[in-house]
């Protein structure tokens, strides 16, 4: 069994700063791209921005400048710093990571897993 669990949403105003955190943990063999999404109200899920184990990163437009994805491949988790904030970031925040488990004699996958999601809020 493979579990992410994100940290560090909330509440902050406009032109304020937020980190969030996905760690990763349960029979893991390797972490491939790993990745933060967003939804939300009325909208269809976003990419935020994404990192593959070798460190290479791409961003939504909307975000470039102001957010950055890191990863700890060491603890298995995935950060993204938020500065700058909009009211238009506000959204239910997703991780997602490609993941080869382990079975106990082998690999199997990659398989999709995806966090619960929190919530940031962007206040104007």
């Known amino acids: 069994q493979v579990q992410l669990v994100e940290s560090g949403g909330g509440l902050v105003q406009a032109g304020g700063s937020l980190r969030l955190s996905c760690a990763v943990s349960?029979?893991?063999?390797?972490?491939?791209?790993m990745g933060w999404y967003r939804q939300a109200p009325g909208k269809q899920r976003e990419l935020v921005a994404a990192?593959?184990?070798?460190?290479?990163?791409n961003y939504a437009d909307s975000v470039k400048g102001r957010f950055t994805i890191s990863r700890d491949n060491a603890k298995n988790t995935v950060y993204l710093q938020m500065n700058s904030l909009k009211p238009e970031d506000t959204a239910v925040y997703y991780c997602?990571?490609?993941?080869?488990?382990?079975?106990?004699?082998?690999?199997?996958?990659?398989?999709?897993?995806w966090g619960q999601g929190t919530q940031v809020t962007v206040s104007s």
């Open positions: 990192i593959t184990s070798g460190g290479s990163t």
């Open positions: 997602n990571a490609d993941i080869l488990t382990w079975t106990g004699w082998s690999r199997s996958g990659p398989y999709d897993y």
């Open positions: 349960g029979s893991i063999f390797s972490i491939n791209a």
